[in-house]
């Protein structure tokens, strides 16, 4: 009897009505894949001609490490819930619908999961419109560990201060997700999810190269704030306040993600703006800015903001009379 082989690598691949796109994505990926990769589609409801379309494309495939499944729409998080259930590799890692793989993509990669020294592995993309960057396939490429020589927060201090949480920019060792999962109900899964990997373990590396392609989508949510967005990057942040204030090394630990508090908050002001017009703040958010102002003060949160966290209320008097100036 012949013993099936693990996969090295699963790459979930979740999408809804992406019509235009999803083939693209799907070609970027099985034109440079081996038998080494299962492939995990999943169809989340989609309305438009989506899953015909990949059907008929995968029928073409003769690639056999393929699981395609088509369910009611559930949200992007569940949908990945489903992924990461079903995948079986030794690594796993994320394609969006609209996205692109770079050429290079697995051929940089397959040698270092293949190695297996590395439990997370990151690297840069690029982002486009229209059509992907034209990208030379790499003969090699460096995979640097993260330096945990001194302290672990010394060795992640560079990963916060980019604050670049995609799923889809880094290669996850399977094992190492177990226990954890997406919030049923909340976008901005990434920011919610991804930090907190890191604390897991020393076995990261960086590899300097665009392997991935983000697509500039007018449709992505992203491009469509909704007010439900400003409580879902309200919970990545009271998330991660909650990790500084059960941790014995919290004002360390502060220091290290102020970067990313700073990061929600900014992007909190702009999705109030873009709804109310100016900065409004519901008295549950004020509570937390000020408890976010309390935890990073002294860390490399800035001055001006580190202010407007702790009084909101002097944020919003002062952007909404700006607004009404301008009004008249």
């Known amino acids: 009897m012949q013993t099936i082989k693990q996969p090295l690598l699963s790459i979930i691949v979740p999408f809804h009505n992406n019509e235009n796109f999803i083939i693209e994505a799907l070609q970027s990926l099985f034109q440079q894949i081996t038998d080494e990769v299962e492939v995990i589609i999943i169809d989340d409801g989609s309305d438009d001609n989506s ?15 393929i699981c395609f499944i088509s369910q009611k729409n559930q949200g992007i998080a569940e949908t990945r819930n489903v992924g990461l259930q079903k995948a079986t590799g030794t690594y796993v890692t994320f394609l969006d619908g609209d996205d692109i793989l770079s050429p290079s993509y697995y051929t940089t990669l397959a040698p270092y999961l293949r190695n297996g020294e590395f439990d997370i592995i990151d690297f840069n993309f690029q982002e486009f419109t229209g059509h992907p960057p034209i990208d030379e ?43 954890d999962n997406f919030v049923k109900g909340r976008r901005y899964e990434d920011v919610i999810f991804t930090p907190f990997q890191y604390f897991k373990t020393k076995k990261i590396a960086h590899i300097d190269e665009q392997l991935y392609f983000y697509r500039i989508n007018n449709q992505g949510i992203t491009r469509n704030i909704q007010h439900k967005d400003i409580d ?10 909650y990790f500084i204030k059960t941790h014995e090394n919290d004002k360390e630990i502060a220091k290290l993600v102020a970067p990313m508090i700073e990061n929600c ?5 702009k999705m109030t703006k873009k709804i109310h017009g100016y900065y409004y703040y519901s008295p549950t958010t004020v509570e937390l800015f000020k408890l976010a102002a309390s935890l990073c003060k002294n860390t490399s949160l800035s001055r001006k903001k580190y202010f407007q966290m702790k009084y909101p209320m002097m944020d919003t008097f002062v952007s909404r009379m700006n607004s009404r100036l301008k009004i008249r």
């Not at 001194?150 to 889809?168: M, Q, V």
């Open 137 to 179: 396939v790499s003969v090699s490429s460096l995979c640097t560990p993260y330096d945990f020589k001194g302290s672990e927060i010394d060795g992640l201090k560079s990963i916060f201060e980019r604050s670049n949480w995609h799923l889809w920019s880094r290669i996850f060792r399977r094992e190492l997700l177990k226990g």
């Open 265 to 269: 908050f900014i992007e909190v002001k």
């Open 232 to 241: 879902d990057i309200l919970f990545a942040m009271y998330k991660m306040l």
């Open 51 to 65: 899953k015909v379309l990949v059907e008929s494309y995968l029928a073409s495939l003769s690639f056999s490490q």
